[in-house]
Each structure stands twice: as C-alpha cells, then as structure tokens.
C-alpha cells in the first residue's frame, strides 16, 4: 500500500523557520522524484520545490533562497526546510513522489504565518 505522510507543519510568525517532513512507504522511493507542492485557500495548487532521483533541485521562484528540499532515500524520506517564512507562505502543504505516468500524493499538512 502506497503511502506519503506529511509532518512538521504548524503556526508561526513571520520571519519564522518550519522543516517539514515526508515519510514515503509502499513504493520504489529512490526510483521517484519527490515535489512539495502548496495550496492555499481560493488558489490554485503551485508547486514549491522538486527533486529528482540523483538530487537535482528546482525551486518557485517565491521561496528560492529561503526553502531547501532534500532527499533520504535510506530513510525513504523527503524534507523541505523553510526559513524566512512570509504570510504568502501560509497554505497546505503536499508531497507527490513521481515516475513516468505514476504519482502519488500526501494528504498534506497545515502551515500556518501570522503574527
């Protein structure tokens, strides 16, 4: 049974620091490039970061320089560190492992900016 399960968000204030975590099972993790993406009430759902399988990086333009996606692949895990957090931040965040015509994705995890 395939699985991803977001971790680690919550509230915090601007300017604020969150590492959020996935926890992948249930499918060839280290064959799979993994992608944070977010939603926010009323928004289309954007992507924020992705990594491939040999650990190539992309980014939004909107979180380049503040977030760090990363990839443990013993762990069968993917990361997303984010620092300097903005209210623009705030939204659900999702992970999606993809390969050819197959994804899959988490259920998502709250982040919330506010002071």
């Known amino acids: 049974q395939v699985q991803l399960v977001e971790s680690g968000g919550g509230s915090v204030q601007p300017g604020g620091s969150l590492r959020l975590s996935c926890a992948a099972s249930?499918?060839?993790?280290?064959?799979?490039?993994m992608s944070w993406y977010r939603q926010a009430p009323g928004k289309q759902r954007e992507l924020v970061a992705d990594?491939?399988?040999?650990?190539?990086?992309n980014y939004a333009d909107s979180v380049k320089g503040r977030f760090t996606i990363s990839r443990d692949n013993a762990k069968s895990t993917v990361s997303l560190q984010m620092s300097s957090l903005k209210p623009d931040d705030a939204a659900v965040y999702y992970c999606?492992?993809?390969?050819?015509?197959?994804?899959?994705w988490g259920q998502g995890t709250q982040v919330t900016v506010s002071s």
């Open positions: 990594i491939t399988t040999n650990g190539n990086t």
């Open positions: 999606k492992a993809r390969r050819v015509a197959r994804e899959f």
């Open positions: 249930g499918f060839g993790f280290s064959t799979y490039s």
